[in-house]
């Protein structure tokens, strides 16, 4: 295994040491604990806490910020952070106004913030929740009862977090999340395998003329593996199965996310959107906004996924609206 690290124990508290010396100017450390906190604080409007296990970088500590999350909670790489871990973060991010937590459908994570939220709740801190499930390539999995959450929850963050950010009520942010969670969903493949430190090998193997489709976000293998083919293929099986849930149809506006899995090069990702891109025109789906890049990630895993998320005249100002974090600016 090659790494570029220090001590597999010790890997996360350095990535979050490292991040606040790169961004003091947008998120802080708690004391003591794997949670990244704005810096300015969230005094007098509604707070986002999100977070699970490490590994997805910049998700979800690069969120924190103007426009996005208030508080991001890391947990052991791939692992669910604790429900006292969760728990600092409510009260570290509570302004006053109420905090959503929004957590992605794993069933550690679900159980493990509803319990923070039950902790913070005692504490006459007011919590609501919402679980985003945006994964269209299971129904279930080894982690999930019901679909897995995977890189549609940053449209959450990013829809949600703007009605906080203008003021909305804890209901209004929460109605917000609940439609974006409604109206996105993913899938993604890989090429290769991640490596978790602590583990030392790729997480499955694939011949070298072989990929994955289907994949989680936690190293789990696919639902279907076969032979590589082009771009294009792979872009058509993704998309297609995303069409086929029949919410987006000739004359919706949609905005579009190509997520880099870690380890794909930018470049492969701009080739595959330049497909994607035009599938949808064919289909009459008109493209508003467009992400490339890497948002939420899976190590050192080569692949991608690809997001769609149904927009209508109340979704698109919030899409648009102006957001400062470390791994997303938007003015």
């Not at 890989?190 to 072989?210: M, N, Q, W």
């Not at 069409?243 to 990702?269: F, K, Q």
Request: hydrophobic share 45%; charged share 25%; with cysteine.
């Amino acid at each position: 295994m090659k790494k570029l690290i220090n001590d597999v124990d010790n890997v996360v508290n350095e990535m979050l040491d490292g991040m606040v010396a790169a961004y003091p100017k947008y998120v802080k450390r708690l004391e003591g604990l794997e949670v990244l906190v704005r810096a300015g604080g969230s005094d007098g409007k509604v707070a986002l806490v999100s977070g699970g296990g490490s590994g997805h970088e910049p998700a979800h500590g690069g969120f924190v910020g103007k426009g996005m999350l208030d508080a991001a909670v890391a947990g052991a790489v791939f692992t669910s952070p604790t429900p006292d871990q969760v728990y600092e973060a409510i009260k570290a991010a509570n302004g006053g106004k109420g905090v959503l937590l929004v957590i992605k459908n794993y069933t550690g994570d679900v159980m493990n913030f509803e319990m923070a939220a039950d902790m913070a709740a005692d504490e006459g801190i007011e919590v609501d929740k919402v679980v985003v499930a945006d994964d269209v390539a299971v129904e279930n999995s080894t982690w999930t009862t019901g679909r897995r959450g995977i890189a549609g929850t940053i449209f959450v963050h990013k829809l949600a977090g703007a009605c906080a950010e203008a003021g909305g009520s804890l209901a209004d942010v929460k109605a917000v999340a609940e439609k974006v969670i409604a109206n996105v969903r993913s899938m993604g493949m890989a090429v290769d395998a991640c490596t978790v430190p602590a583990a030392g090998k790729p997480s499955f193997d694939l011949a070298e003329d072989e990929i994955e489709i289907g994949i989680g976000i936690h190293g789990e293998p696919g639902v279907n593996r076969e032979k590589i083919s082009s771009v294009n293929e792979i872009s058509d099986k993704l998309l297609g199965k995303i069409l086929a849930e029949g919410i987006y149809n000739a004359g919706d506006e949609v905005a579009v996310m190509v997520n880099g899995m870690g380890g794909t090069p930018l470049m492969e990702l701009f080739v595959a959107n330049k497909h994607i891109a035009e599938v949808l025109a064919d289909k009459g789906i008109k493209v508003y906004k467009t992400l490339v890049g890497n948002y939420m990630t899976s190590l050192d895993m080569e692949g991608f996924s690809i997001t769609l998320l149904k927009l209508d005249a109340d979704l698109k100002p919030l899409l648009d609206a102006p957001a400062d974090t470390p791994a997303f600016t938007q003015f």
